[in-house]
């Protein structure tokens, strides 16, 4: 308590930096959401796919069944959300890492990403056939 007394500024500075810290917070979280694509509103999974999955559900790595793939996901889907969420977190041998390398993510943040990749793998509600 003494240093406080010591130093009349040591308040306002701890203030100014929570002010700073929370603006700096506000903008990280701004900055995940507003990715290209301009779509107004983001999948909650989106920012962690995009900095974790992608390198390996975008271009099909080692196997990895592609984002947006319905015919790869097809079979993974059908084995359930809890299994793909599992499989996840603690990875699939032999080529699909625990955490999907992410280990600052939680596993709240890890099962958005999972159903962001179960939602653009559903199968495109039928279109209108051409008329023959
Ligand atoms: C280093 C590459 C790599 C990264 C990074 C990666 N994956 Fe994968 N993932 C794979 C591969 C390869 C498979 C296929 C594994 C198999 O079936 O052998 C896979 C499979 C999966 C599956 C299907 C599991 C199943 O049970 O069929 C899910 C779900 C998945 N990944 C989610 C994610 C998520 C979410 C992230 C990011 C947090 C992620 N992956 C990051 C390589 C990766």
Known sequence: MKRFRLNPFANSFGLASIVVGSLLLTGCSQGGDTVAGGSAVSHPGKAVYDDYCYSC????????????????????IAKGRGLLLASTVNGLA???PARGLCYSCTDEELSHAVDYLIELAQPKPAQPKPAQ
């Open 57 to 76: 559900h975008n271009p099909g790595l080692n196997g990895a069944p592609r984002i947006g793939d319905v015919d790869e996901w097809r079979p993974r």
């Open 94 to 96: 032999p080529a699909m």
